[in-house]
């Protein structure tokens, strides 16, 4: 049994350094087997500070968008923040994702389902996951495309996030749709880094495995060649060169689990 996966860089930081990421796992994908969407945002809007780094704009950034999937052929995946992000983004990726702090507007939602895109709505901080069916109805009440829900954490105090896995199979069973797990996010310490993100990517692959045992069905990871030089998000995003021996693992897991299941039956 395989599992499908969301990867790369939080932001955009250059053409040469998007094609690097997005070359390397286009051959991980290759090597393990598995299916590869890629991600990356041309415009990072929620940054802690005004003088955080926010990417090159939508224009520049879906023109880089649209050379990786010329040189890959992977599926894209980018976020959007307004209505008016919805048409260009439409012509270029295959998958329109909701912010987490975006995931109640209504708007948003509507238009997003409109494009003709899969959409993939991230759980809200301070969302209950039985909550999330609303989200999901606002876009399948305007569309048949595919829908993905998404945790990653619930805020814990003013600067943690903790897992709950049972929102994984809660959201399975009331959305009726494929559960994402965004491990690096859910990692995140929010505004703890002076006046950024803080992360402890150490816990990554601890919470990957566990929500491979309990069926999350994808599986979300913002990585880098250099975390530690990342313009956004570095101290959650995993290392590129480990990425392979991380997605390993998780197969080893999931055919683990569906061999035990296989004997039950």
Known sequence: MSLDFIMGPCVIESESMTLRIAEE?????????????FKASFDKANRTSVDGFRGPGIDKGLQILSNVKKETGLKLLTD????????????????????????????????????GCAVNIKKGQFLSPYDMVYAVNKVRSVSQSP??????GSSFGYKDLVVDYRSIQIMK????????MDVTHAVQQPGSNGGSTGGKREFVPIL????????????????????????????????????????????????????H????I
């Not at 069973?173 to 994402?180: A, L, R």
């Not at 299941?261 to 039950?264: D, H, K």
Request: include cysteine; proline fraction near 6%.
């Open 25 to 37: 796992l286009k051959q991980i994908s290759e090597r393990c087997k598995v299916n590869i969407t």
């Open 80 to 115: 959007i923040h307004q209505i008016s992000d919805v048409k260009p983004c439409a012509e270029v990726v295959d998958v329109m994702q909701i912010p987490a702090f975006l995931c109640r507007q209504t708007d948003l939602l509507v238009a997003a389902g409109q494009s």
């Open 147 to 152: 829908i993905f829900v998404t945790e990653r």
């Open 173 to 180: 069973e009331t959305c009726q749709c494929p559960v994402v």
């Open 208 to 259: 990957a495995k566990a929500a491979v045992a309990v069926g999350a069905d994808m599986f979300f990871l913002e990585t880098h060649p250099n975390p530690n030089e990342a313009l956004s998000d570095g101290p959650n995003s995993w290392p590129l060169d480990k990425m392979q021996e991380l997605i390993e693992q998780l197969l080893s897991i999931k055919d683990a689990i569906s061999s």
């Open 261 to 264: 299941e296989a004997f039950i």
